[in-house]
């Protein structure tokens, strides 16, 4: 017996989503939730002014939110040209039992700008850290930003709100996207302005 890649994403989606509890239906909208996460931005860009100086933090700073706001319009761009319904919106899910914890939103969710967005974050801050910090790598760094990926992406299908696999084309589309602007960043910096960072 033999499964559609669809159907295998509908299962998984459903599956993920059915793993309830009071806990988990308190903490999953909590790690959905953009705003949230304010304050660990902070935490990191402090953690890198303190670790690679105000310059290097800085070029770090900005590629990252170049690499969001150009992962988003590219999410946003491939969300109304592929149209596949988000699972809320999907009569199928909902008929077999999906719970819905969020407000139903948008009703496109393909790819997740939720997923590329920290993707992209942690991609920018690991490759720009190692690329002007002597190729050191902060390993402790890459598993805590690793969690917090994966937190916030699987929050995204718990509450309804994102299929499986617009969580993991979110995260490849968004690692690739930042890798890009960083690598670009970094030849930009290494050929003009060496000076600035050194």
């Not at 309804?160 to 930009?188: E, N, T, Y």
């Amino acid at each position: 017996m033999s499964f559609s890649l669809e159907e295998l994403d509908r299962a998984a989606t459903l599956a993920i989503n059915g793993f309830s509890g009071a806990f988990t239906d308190a903490v999953m909208p909590i790690l959905s939730n953009r705003a949230v996460w304010v304050p660990f931005y902070l935490l990191l860009f402090f953690y890198l002014w303190r670790r690679l100086g105000w310059k290097k933090a800085l070029v770090i700073l900005v590629t990252t939110v170049l690499s969001v706001a150009v992962i988003d319009q590219v999410a946003n761009l491939v969300k109304y040209s592929a149209m596949r319904l988000r699972p809320c919106w999907d009569e199928l899910m909902t008929e077999n039992g999906l719970n819905v914890l969020e407000s139903k939103g948008s009703k496109y969710g393909f790819f997740s700008a939720h997923a590329a967005t920290c993707a992209g974050v942690a991609t920018v801050v690991t490759f720009l850290m190692r690329r002007l910090d002597e190729d050191r790598r902060e390993i402790l760094l890459l598993v805590l930003l690793i969690l917090w990926v994966a937190g916030v992406s699987i929050s995204r299908v718990y509450v309804g709100k994102h299929f499986l696999g617009d969580i993991l084309v979110g995260a490849l589309a968004g690692i690739i996207l930042a890798r890009l602007l960083s690598w670009l960043v970094h030849w930009v910096i290494t050929k003009f302005f060496s000076k600035f960072v050194d």
